[in-house]
């Protein structure tokens, strides 16, 4: 298995010939979908979901509803191509996947409380997480969870609180282009010290490889 970070909360996952990349959005680089046999989507915050990137790519699309709706207006040849996913079902997208949960951390309470699926995902005999824009985890063992670990709707706290309660083998850092890079540094030292060292805390350059 291979897992490539590609631009703050975007994710390609090969294993075994399938390409599986998660969330390309307006930080991705286009190369991350390069070779891609599915696309999954959380939810359609342009830092998740930028149609460009899809419309340059004919991989299949599994996402929730309210992204399936705005594709269908912003892209309708990418429409086509879209499955929409439900909260517990189980899909095979080149690589078994289970769409979890079903709502999107709350912003503030005077905003809408946006639609959010989280993924896990199989590969071989590993188990992947990617919650997208949400503390809630998947109910189950797992490998590697993808952290966001910055985000205007979390504290440091209750992102390093998620990974503990997840407790990943790995924890991939991701969602990471909203703080400084000293930000980003005393979270990355916080983390290092508070997630359990067997749990493997690690922030991967954009294009680099686990």
């Known amino acids: ?44 915050h342009p830092d998740h979901y930028n149609p460009a990137l899809l419309e340059g790519n004919d991989a299949p699309v599994y996402t929730i509803g309210a992204v399936a709706a705005q594709i269908q207006k912003g892209a309708p040849a990418v429409h086509e ?11 095979d997208a080149g690589l078994p996947v289970t769409a979890v949960n079903d709502k999107h951390a709350v912003i503030h309470p005077d905003l809408p409380h946006f639609d959010n699926s989280g993924y896990l995902i199989t590969a071989g005999d590993q188990a992947l997480f990617h919650p997208g824009d949400a503390l809630d985890g998947p109910g189950q063992a797992v490998d590697v969870l993808f952290l966001p670990v910055s ?14 309660s997840v407790g990943a083998s790995r924890t991939v850092a991701i969602h990471d282009r909203v703080y400084s890079e ?29």
């Not at 030292?189 to 749990?199: D, G, V």
């Not at 493997?200 to 954009?206: E, K, M, N, P, S």
């Open 182 to 210: 000293a930000g980003s540094g005393i979270f990355d030292t916080q983390a290092a010290a508070l997630i359990p060292a067997e749990r493997g805390y690690v922030r991967l350059a954009d294009g680099a490889d686990l």
């Open 151 to 164: 985000a205007p709707w979390a504290r440091s706290g209750e992102l390093i609180d998620f990974a503990r």
């Open 81 to 91: 191509r879209t499955t929409v996913v439900k909260p517990g079902e189980s899909f």
């Open 1 to 44: 298995m291979r897992i490539t970070k590609f631009g703050h909360a975007c994710v390609r996952i090969e294993h075994d010939g399938a390409v599986v990349v998660v969330d390309p959005g307006v930080f991705t680089q286009p190369e991350a979908l390069d070779g891609a046999t599915a696309v999954l989507i959380t939810h359609e």
